[in-house]
């Protein structure tokens, strides 16, 4: 099973660019380099209830852009080694690893999927609302981003979840996908 990867913002609340501009600015699978450094990333305006909590095992500043304490990656990082790549990021709520995913895994079916498209040639994916994959396309894959939805969602195993959940990591969201009949 997979699932949509999300951080519970509304348990933990949420980590922007200080920059608001790099929001959409980063939101490519394109590999940024060994030489790229994470711009300001803070969580503005919490509250109380919030704070009290600490900061989250994990977070998301933009699509496909986690943030990760250093036990959590090493958890997953036999999972995500060929996934994306991995930055140090300082944030308003201590140190982080900052995981960008760059693997698209071209699994989704189309023509199984309820897919809405922006055009009528249908080439321009808008949305998937009930989502059926190649089952082959995806053998190995732990974490990915689609090419069709414009890399703006990335997708994790049951394994990754089953991971998350035994260690007790905070701040993860797993959204259970709709799936197609």
């Given at each position: ?6 951080d ?12 608001k ?12 380099g ?21 900061p989250?095992?994990f977070?998301?500043?933009s ?11 090493e ?11 991995t930055y ?10 900052l ?8 699994c ?17 994916v ?14 190995g ?6 090419p069709e ?33």
């Amino acid at each position: 099973m997979f699932y949509k990867l999300e951080d519970d913002v509304d348990t933990y609340g949420g980590f922007f660019w200080e920059d608001k501009s790099n929001y959409m600015a980063f939101i490519s699978s394109d590999p940024l380099g060994p030489k790229w450094k994470p711009p300001a990333i803070i969580s503005p305006g919490l509250p109380k209830k919030i704070l009290k909590l600490g900061p989250p095992d994990f977070g998301s500043v933009s699509p496909g852009m986690y943030l990760l304490k250093p036990h959590v990656y090493e958890a997953l990082q036999p999972l995500w080694e060929d996934a994306g790549e991995t930055y140090p990021a300082e944030t308003s709520r201590g140190p982080y690893l900052l995981f960008h995913v760059t693997k698209q895994v071209d699994c989704l079916d189309r023509d199984q999927s309820k897919v809405w498209y922006s055009d009528e040639e249908r080439t321009k994916v808008r949305s998937v609302s009930r989502y059926k994959f190649h089952e082959k396309a995806m053998q190995g894959s732990s974490l990915f981003r689609l090419p069709e939805t414009y890399r703006l969602e990335a997708f994790t195993s049951q394994q990754v979840k089953d991971i998350a959940l035994a260690e007790g990591f905070t701040g993860f969201f797993f959204e259970k996908l709709r799936l197609a009949d």
